[in-house]
């Protein structure tokens, strides 16, 4: 029927949003078992130790708790990612603050307090490191007490979990071309840029309930996990570790989700590890589910980085060459830091054509609790400091930072910088001059330039152009080689059935009109899957911008083999209408009893890509941007704050412009937070403000009004032309605020967060500009930012 | 020690032994079974388990159990009508106001009582009634447009 070939591309429902907002929906801890009992973390009070003895209080009747230690897991005692150097419970050895070292549960929630309090736990303290420049100055003076990682079967060498050279052609003719690049320049340009760590502070924190069933010998025969999570499968896979059971054995199931954004990518491997742990100690289901300051300080965060950039250019503002060096810091094991570092490899070069790229990545191991995926997952690092950086050239070149761009950008038919052919259709000059014109850009500028003059607000306006790459990178999607199903209901709905999970970015309602799209029925007769691994299979994980396009894909495939069975053998007419789609489907389930059709992931093209060299095709499809931040800094409050934000993109074809505005406004209001508010302050590896009330993110009132723009240039890879989405917001809105904030008041700062008490420093003369700093204040200038009373 | 304790949520009178220092979010979401009423920090930061008390936003994680003897208490579970979603839970829902979800229960709490105050709100009274509850998905534009909305709704009836 026609009217259901534009479901794609309008705005139906949140398939569970009524339940959400009549507050019915239920997340992890609004469920309760028989006979659950209630779980908590013993954790180490120290960065690096060996532990020596484990106390445990004479006032507490301890035989009322179920007590866990490192010797009594089944299987291994690892929380497998790539490696498994990270372990499910310190055992003898502690590497961070917050590791856990024993878990505890009791019937009664309120006695764990008490039991936590009640363990004690003596160390011998080692020394840790706890930056990226003391992990490597212990490698640099082969410091053997400071060396605190070592090396897995995954790669590494000592303090580095993993390293990438990413070179633009044949290593040997880039290097000499890069050589040549440096000689001839017209300018060198050099700068060094860092990015802070930060908490995805998903409302709802980390939650499970966990079920573990025995034999008469008191073997664990299977587990069952549910809870707050965005990849079940990941859990299985650590669970069949840790109990050493087969897969089947290993039943997971996502409750609703209250928030994850990369958060609850990795994480749940622990807490749902810990929990069944738990439930096979003391016969009982038991739930743990963190305070909000437990979660804080013991989860994973955004990687802090430092990238060092030095860059060739000619007087016309051609850029010639690149040298990029990014280190991130991974905290105390591997996790996600290797896939982290692979994207922020990758994006460090940005959306332009350079003749010359090297890029240097590493992730050094430091004594802080392991940092893990955070919307972005390394992109917002490298073009953070890329963005920064651009502008630092369009100054020494003396163009417009617009100008320098334009004469830059990559286009249809170019290579990117891991020699990616692009064939679909980028047009960034065409992004760049409707989203100057969307900001009134040039006005403002021109406006901001006189009202400065006198004034202690000082206006200004920034820009950030960039990409973000769409699923897994590289061979990444071939591996996973993900499987959707959809299948038909007794009653004829047809029903979706994938891993792929909704925390909010829509997962549930694109999915649904994708396969109402498909099989030309109303979205409303679409029926998803709760995903729970003895019934969905394992369609991937749920992350790196890829459930809208790879998954997407998948849905649709299999509808459209769905149908072509109902029209074969069902009697399903051709243009049918809604009742004549139920009939066909109950007509074939009277005949055959099941219906289900299965796809598996196909690249749409062929994916070259060489994962030692690091070259090919990066990633399937790109989402373009360019976003325009108007900023205003008070001299006399030194406060910073963005007044206005204009997010231009491309996104392939908008699947739902509700949702894909929510997904953008909201990217940027968390990247806002990510440049201007979010600090996490560190003392020897402990997160010291992990409260909402000292680590602030932006509130309703804090925020400016943010403008979404889209150019739809639909995608050959996703269903209906739809390209990935979520994470490119956190990419562009940092550096474009930082460029405001330049443009604004001549300073130029090169680390975020940045909070009124950097500005006051540098204004001040407390602290010497940054490293890379160019812009020094002009003596001359200093009146102007002054307090007025001092001026 | 426990304390006699007389409230009346969602129009229904309860009397129920606690502890008098209980939060009264664990007196709805444990004694109640009202688990709509969400906690996001315990600290009185996020708004996610905010509830009205005899009419005012409040965050039921810092109300001990004693001090609501004979107060009138409103959560999400008593916004809806017998018809089915209240308007303001229909705009949020029209208009993006709900993603993950959490935060939606004390979200469209403190938008009642934003109407209740300025049934006609300008968008930065909308941003001021709502800066005690922090939304991490949305960045909370499309929850302005969904309490514009039900203030447009309101209007018409």
Same mark, same amino acid.
């Given at each position: ?67 866990v230690?490192?010797?009594d897991i089944p299987g291994e005692n690892t929380i497998v990612?790539?490696?498994k150097?990270?372990?499910c ?5 502690? /590497? ?23 363990? +004690? ?89 966990a079920e573990c069933e025995k034999d008469?010998q008191g073997n664990v025969i299977s587990v069952c996990v549910q ?5 079940p499968y990941y859990l299985v896979h650590a669970l069949t570790l840790i109990f050493n059971l087969p897969e089947e054995k290993c039943r997971v199931i ?15 491997s622990?807490?749902g590890s810990h929990a069944a742990l738990l439930a096979m100690k ?27 950039? !030095? ?76 963005? !920064? ?25 170019? +290579? ?117 691994t003895q019934?969905?299979?394992n369609?991937? $994980? ?143 590896? +402990?997160?010291?403000? /992990? ?89 001359? !200038? ?10 | ?13 309860? +009397? ?104 006609? $709100? ?36």
């Amino acid at each position: 029927m026609a009217e259901h070939d534009n479901i794609v591309g309008t705005s139906p429902l949140r398939k569970e949003g009524r339940a959400k907002v009549l507050g019915q929906a239920k997340y992890i801890d609004d469920l309760s078992l028989p006979g659950m009992w209630h779980g908590a973390t013993v954790r180490s009070v120290v960065a690096r130790g060996r532990i020596r003895a484990i106390h445990f209080a004479p006032e507490i009747d301890w035989s009322e708790f179920a007590i866990v230690r490192a010797s009594d897991i089944p299987g291994e005692n690892t929380i497998v990612h790539l490696t498994k150097d990270h372990p499910c419970l310190a055992a003898h050895e502690v /590497n961070h603050p917050e590791e856990p070292i024993l878990l505890i549960a009791h019937r009664e929630k309120a006695a764990l307090l008490s039991g936590v309090g009640g363990v +004690r736990i003596e160390y011998d303290e080692l020394p840790g490191v706890f930056t990226i420049e003391e992990s490597e100055k212990a490698v640099a003076n082969n410091d053997v007490e400071r060396i605190v990682w070592e090396g897995s079967d995954y790669g590494g060498t000592a303090n580095c979990f993993k390293q990438y050279v990413l070179h633009s052609g044949e290593a040997s003719e880039t290097e000499d071309g890069l050589a040549a690049a440096f000689a001839s320049a017209d300018y060198i340009v050099e700068g060094e840029y860092h990015t802070g760590a930060q908490e995805q502070l998903y409302i709802e924190p980390n939650g499970v309930i966990a079920e573990c069933e025995k034999d008469k010998q008191g073997n664990v025969i299977s587990v069952c996990v549910q809870g707050s999570m965005q990849c079940p499968y990941y859990l299985v896979h650590a669970l069949t570790l840790i109990f050493n059971l087969p897969e089947e054995k290993c039943r997971v199931i996502q409750t609703e989700t209250g928030g994850a954004f990369g958060g609850k990518e990795d994480f749940p491997s622990v807490i749902g590890s810990h929990a069944a742990l738990l439930a096979m100690k003391c016969g009982h289901p038991v739930k743990m589910v963190y305070d909000r300051a437990e979660d804080m300080a013991a989860t994973t965060k955004r990687h802090p980085s430092r990238t060092r950039h !030095r860059t060739a250019v000619s007087k016309d503002g051609k850029l010639l060459g690149c040298e990029i060096e990014v280190a991130l810091d991974g905290g105390a094991y591997a996790t996600l830091s290797p896939v982290v570092l692979s994207r922020a490899t990758i994006h460090a070069p940005g959306a332009y054509k350079w003749h010359f790229v090297r890029v240097r990545a590493k992730a050094m191991a430091t004594n802080l609790p392991p940092h893990g995926a955070f919307r972005g997952f390394g992109a917002p690092q490298s073009l953070f400091a890329l963005e !920064r950086h651009m502008d630092k050239i369009a100054l020494v070149v003396g163009l417009a930072p617009e100008e320098l761009r334009r004469r830059n950008f990559l286009a249809t038919g170019d +290579r990117t910088a891991t020699g990616q052919l692009l064939t679909e259709p980028v047009d960034m000059q065409h992004l760049l001059t409707r989203a100057l014109e969307e900001s009134d850009y040039h006005a403002k500028l021109a406006r901001f330039a006189e009202d400065n003059r006198g004034s202690a607000i000082k206006r200004g306006m920034g820009i950030a152009t960039f990409m973000h790459g769409s699923g897994f990178t590289g061979s990444g999607e071939r591996r996973l080689n993900s499987l959707v199903q959809v299948e038909l209901l007794p009653d004829g709905r047809p029903q979706i059935l994938v891993s792929s999970t909704e925390f909010g970015q829509g997962t549930n309602t694109i999915l649904c009109q994708v396969a109402a799209q498909t099989l030309q029925i109303p979205y409303e007769q679409v029926v998803i899957a709760q995903p729970d691994t003895q019934i969905v299979p394992n369609s991937g $994980p749920t992350v790196a911008s890829r459930t809208a396009m790879i998954v997407g894909k998948l849905v649709e495939r299999a509808s459209t083999q769905l149908l072509e069975t109902l029209r074969v053998d069902g009697g399903l007419p051709l243009n049918h209408t809604a009742e004549q789609f139920e009939q066909a489907a109950v007509a074939y389930l009277d005949k055959h009893r099941s219906l289900r059709c299965s796809v598996r992931y196909e690249p749409v093209r062929p994916v070259d890509w060489n994962d030692e060299l690091f070259h090919g095709d990066a990633y399937p499809a790109y989402a373009w941007a360019v976003y325009v931040a108007e900023v205003a800094v008070d001299m006399n409050t030194y406060t910073a704050s963005v007044t206005r934000f204009d997010a231009l993109q491309e996104v392939g074809r908008i699947m739902h412009p509700v949702l894909a505005k929510g997904q953008i406004e909201g990217g940027v209001a968390q990247a806002i937070g990510y440049a201007l508010y979010e600090k996490c302050v560190w003392k020897d590896g +402990r997160m010291m403000n /992990n409260q909402m009330t000292n680590y602030i993110m932006p509130t309703s009132a804090d925020l400016p009004e943010i403008h979404v723009h889209f150019e739809e240039v639909p995608c050959v890879h996703g269903p209906s032309g739809a390209k990935g989405i979520g994470e490119l917001p956190m990419d562009g809105p940092a550096p474009a605020i930082l460029n405001a904030i330049e443009n604004a008041t001549g300073l130029s700062f090169h680390s975020i967060p940045l909070l009124p008490e950097d500005i006051f420093e540098r204004v001040s003369g407390f602290t010497e500009p940054e490293h890379g700093g160019s812009s020094e204040l002009d003596p001359d !200038r200093l009146g102007e930012f002054l307090p007025e009373v001092n001026a | 020690m426990k304390a006699m304790v007389q409230l009346t949520v969602n129009g229904q009178q309860h +009397r129920i032994d606690v502890p008098p220092m209980k939060r009264l979010l664990d007196v709805l979401r444990e004694d109640l079974h009202l688990t709509g009423t969400k906690e996001g920090c315990g600290e009185g930061e996020c708004g996610a388990c905010a509830v009205l008390i005899d009419g005012e936003l409040v965050n039921s994680c810092l109300i001990p159990a004693l001090q609501i003897n004979g107060a009138r208490i409103c959560t999400i579970e008593g916004v809806s009508t017998e018809g089915g979603l209240h308007s303001i839970q229909q705009c949020f829902l029209e208009n993006g106001g709900a993603q993950c979800g959490i935060c939606t229960p004390g979200m469209i709490l403190a938008t009642h009582h934003l109407l209740d105050k300025r049934p006609t $709100p300008t968008l930065e009274e909308i941003q001021e009634g709502l800066a005690g509850n922090l939304c991490r998905c949305t960045g909370y534009m499309r929850i302005f447009e969904a309490v514009q909305k039900a203030a447009e709704a309101r209007d018409a009836l």
